[in-house]
């Protein structure tokens, strides 16, 4: 039986990282590959049982659960209103068995440089009054401040094959065991942020 369990982790393991990163493919949410090609999986051999560990770049958690902005009206504008993009989801990052009840921007913005870089790999352009283009750092300082006030719309593109492949085990494995899921978050590839 525990090797039945072994392999159905495995199994679950696979499910969740190639249906993760077919989402991100598909939702044009790859922009660098970093995240893309961080995401992995394993199952660990324990004395008392097996631990799955997932691996992904950090900011793959908020792009999943979606992040509050700080105040939406930041953003209004004369012509729109600022809205709350961040809201209460059933990712496996967030709530009650999550690493937090909900992720939200308090004081710290968004890094300016990875909107810059994104900015420019996707080539938005932002017209000033006068005509002329704004630059890629303008650009990114104003997604900075819109982010920071909106939030991020969460994308689960993370949890849904994670919970599309965890209801998919067979009703043995989940009757006869308790599966403990350790989340490991690769910030970088010498630190591991794990929560047990």
């Given amino acids: 039986m525990l ?16 249906g993760a990163r077919d989402n991100l493919k598909r939702e044009k949410n ?3 590959g970093n995240l893309l090609n961080s995401l992995k999986s394993r199952v660990i051999d324990r004395k008392d049982g097996y631990d799955l560990e997932f691996w992904m770049e950090e ?3 908020f792009l999943d659960a979606g992040v509050y902005g700080s105040d939406p009206s930041l953003a209004n504008t004369k012509k729109s209103k600022g809205k709350q993009k961040g809201r209460d989801t059933r990712s496996v990052f967030t709530g009650a068995d999550g690493i937090a009840e909900r992720f939200s921007y308090k004081s710290k913005r968004p890094p300016m440089q990875s909107l810059m870089t994104w900015a420019e790999k996707n080539n938005i352009k932002l017209k000033r009054k006068n005509g002329s283009v704004a630059s890629y750092t303008s650009v990114a300082y104003w997604l900075q401040n819109r982010i920071f006030a909106q939030g991020i719309s969460p994308t689960l593109f993370f949890t849904n094959p994670f919970l599309k492949a965890y209801n998919n085990l067979p009703e043995e494995i989940l009757k006869e065991f308790d599966i403990y899921i350790n989340t490991v ?3 970088d590839q010498n630190q591991d942020i794990t929560k047990n």
């Fill in 3 to 18: 090797k039945d369990l072994q392999r159905a982790l495995q199994l679950l393991g696979r499910e969740t990282v190639r």
């Fill in 30 to 32: 790859n922009t660098s």
């Fill in 59 to 61: 900011y793959g958690m």
């Fill in 185 to 187: 978050i690769q910030e």
